[in-house]
């Protein structure tokens, strides 16, 4: 496993997109981290915005039981569940993920917010966004953009401690 | 870890890691059931069949509705009425309606061995809602759950199962899990309803309550099952609520805490007074609740391993 890039690289890019979304997403906003990646890196975004929002709303959503490959792979176990404990009617929500690859996990997402109820718009944050999409979904706030090789894995750690960083194999380039 | 068996045909078959995974899933689509709608796709396009050869009402409506929130269609059969009045074997009657492209069989049947039976002779999913005095694995997983949400931990608590043991397929299921995952397990009751065998299960025996009560975390109070008894084994009702049943004497003498169970449906004044039923301490409706989800997670799971991988 190859450090790609290092906790004050990242801290920075956290920085950068909490700024994007005080800028474009009004006051009426929540925040949805994608289990289980999107978790810390919506943690991170409401650290970095709660002094600066009057209100910050942050839940989580597991998408396991939306997924479109339910009956084609064990199930992911153990079931995290979804843990909203506010209304999504008429807010923007912030559907943040980790890496953004196929899209499959997004389009999940997205149908799992509509159960739950009207947002007046859904938007998109992802810390690393990766080619690869097999549905036509992109993110509207990207942290960094990176081509790799689909046997090649991208792994993000954001833990708070001296391993932070963001981490893959070989053959890859930023764009 | 991922999940492997194909069938829940009884707490016994599994072990820690697969007790805690149903209980950990269970806990993650409790919240399902909170939402204005009520539904996931998660069985979208799979089909549950409800064979209840025993009448039922809360496990029967419990496994349908879990079945529905998770979208998958559902049929159910009655014997009454039903083809095996006309002498069709019951393998037949199963193969029947899985022929009809079922992928998972909820069985409830008055014979131990059943759904370990359709398991060995149908190739869908196989979930044990009740046979004989056997096991009862969702009433067992629900009622863990409910002891492990209510104390926070099942490791060193202590509960007791008071009554009829004998022919409790409760009992049994809530022996094997509890046990397997840290708890320590006393039951309770007259003699007769009291199999000695059962300490080989590595539970401790008691016939007296007043002393129990004042030792336990737990008081899991089992219906007396008139109906699987061929004669009966207490002198009268009377004397089984005097000794063996719930009352304020003996919550009083409990901790304050004691956490009052019931698999349901109670007889009032037999195995708890209505007091102990609709006090604090009782979670029996909690139980309800949290069997939904506990059969959510059973059928959420069983569908997974259905998948050649």
Known sequence: MKKYLDSEELNKIIKQLSVKILQNCGDNFCLLGVRKGGVKVVDALAKELQNKTDKLDVGYIDVSLYRDDIHKRLPDVPLEGTDINFSLENKTVILVDEVLFTGRTIRAAIDQVMALGRPRLIRLVTLVNRHGRELPIQADYVGLTIEESHTNKIEVIYNGGEDDGIYFTNNSQIS | ?309
Not at chain 2, 132 to 154: A, N, S, V
Not at chain 2, 281 to 291: M, W
């Open chain 2, 1 to 309: 870890m991922k999940w492997t068996k194909k069938h829940l045909l009884g707490l016994k078959d599994l072990d820690r890691n697969e007790l805690n995974m149903i209980l950990d899933t269970a806990e993650g689509l409790k919240e399902v059931s909170t939402r204005s709608i009520k539904k996931v796709p998660a069985l979208q396009g799979r089909t549950v069949a409800l064979l209840f050869f025993e009448p039922s009402t809360r496990t029967s409506m419990s496994f349908q509705l879990a079945a529905q929130r998770l979208s998958a269609d559902l049929i159910q059969f009655n014997k009454s009425g039903s083809s095996l009045s006309k002498g069709e074997t019951l393998i037949d009657t199963a193969s029947n309606i899985e022929a009809m492209g079922v992928d998972m069989v909820v069985v409830r049947h008055s014979c131990p061995g059943v759904p370990q039976i359709l398991a060995k002779h149908l190739n869908c999913a196989i979930v044990n809602a009740g046979d004989g005095c056997h096991e009862h694995p969702t009433q067992g997983l629900l009622d863990i759950f409910t002891i492990r949400e209510k104390l926070g931990t099942l490791e060193g608590v202590k509960v007791a199962i008071v009554g009829d043991i004998r022919h409790s397929r409760v009992a049994r299921s809530n022996i094997f899990g509890l046990l397997k995952l840290g708890a320590k397990v006393t039951v309770v009751g007259p003699p007769t309803l009291i199999p000695k065998s059962i300490a080989k299960m590595g539970v401790e025996i008691s016939y007296n309550l007043d002393e129990t009560i004042k030792k336990v975390d737990v008081v899991n109070c089992l219906r007396i099952q008139m109906e699987r008894q061929g004669r009966s084994n207490f002198p009268s009702l009377r004397e089984y609520a005097l000794l063996f049943g719930m009352n304020r004497d003996r919550l009083k003498k409990a901790s304050k805490n004691l956490v009052v169970m019931h698999p349901g449906p109670i007889n009032r004044g037999v195995e708890m007074t209505a007091e102990v039923a609709d006090s604090k301490n009782s979670v029996i409706l909690q139980q309800v609740s949290n069997g939904l989800a506990c059969r959510m997670a059973v059928f959420y799971l069983l569908n997974g391993s259905r998948i050649d991988v």
